[in-house]
């Protein structure tokens, strides 16, 4: 390790009054220090320069990392099975406490350090985290889920869940043609004019001015098989609920939001939906 860097080492360290761990001290040459991740960075500075090993109380992150060794992969866990999940891949994101994403910044721009920001290396340590351990993998196009862990309230004391990881489900889309075989049936759910959807007299307390639609015949079926949160139809233009839709059909987009389940068997769907909707509407 060349002397400059030695030097810039010593002043950084002597900036946080030696209080700094491995991965802060490692992430500010990451540009410049060979090493197997920053904290392993940080462990080779402290070397060079002969110190004593780290022993906690670091200014910049007050030891958030130990935070992610001790417990976001049990919190990960913990989510997946209460939510009953299916998932292949992943990433990370994290919210951090105001104070240490500033502490960060300002000594960067002190002692005029051009390097990757706090956040970062720390999506990257729960990801290699939850890579070793779970069977899903980090994906940046396509990710089924976004972890997204919130430090925010590790520098409140007394707090006893400081940590909460929440997991955010992404949609999956189902496109087709639909034929309407009857008139009288809505596209989309309607709700009751009278009462707005609350349920009424009116609309035998189901909320609902027509008791089924395109829509309903085909999402109840699938949002059973994915165990989703709701559905969404997306229909291409307007129809008149009056009027038949015969012939080729009519494009739609069917979006099932947070769905646990996301592997599916669109045949075996496809013929259960055929039941439930057979002589009113043909989804193809
Ligand atoms: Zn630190
Ligand atoms: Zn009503």
Sequence with gaps: MNQEILNKAEELINYTN????????????????????????GIKIRESLNLEAYDGGCEICHD????????????VNEKIALLKVEFDTFVVGCKLPKEIVEKDQEIS????????????????????????????NVDFDGEDVLVMVDFRRILKEDIENPVKVRLQINPIFIEGRYRKLVRGIPQTKWPCTKCKGRG?????????????????????????????????FHGAGREDIDVRMLGTGRPFVLE????KIRKIDLEKIAEEVAEVAEGKTEYL
């Design 18 to 41: 030696g209080n700094i761990c491995n991965h802060c001290l490692g992430r500010k040459f990451s540009d410049c220090v060979e090493g197997n991740g920053n904290e392993d960075r």
């Design 64 to 75: 958030l990392f130990n935070f992610i060794e001790d417990d976001v992969l049990d919190l």
């Design 109 to 136: 721009d002190e002692l005029d350090f051009d390097v990757e920001i706090i956040k970062k290396e720390v999506n990257r340590e729960i990801g290699k985290l939850l890579e070793a351990n779970l069977e899903q």
């Design 256 to 259: 099932i939001k947070e769905p």
């Design 200 to 232: 009424c007299e009116e609309c035998n307390f189901t909320g609902k001015q027509y008791p089924e639609s395109v829509e309903e015949l085909l999402s109840e079926t699938v949002l059973k098989h994915t165990n989703g949160y709701e559905a969404k």
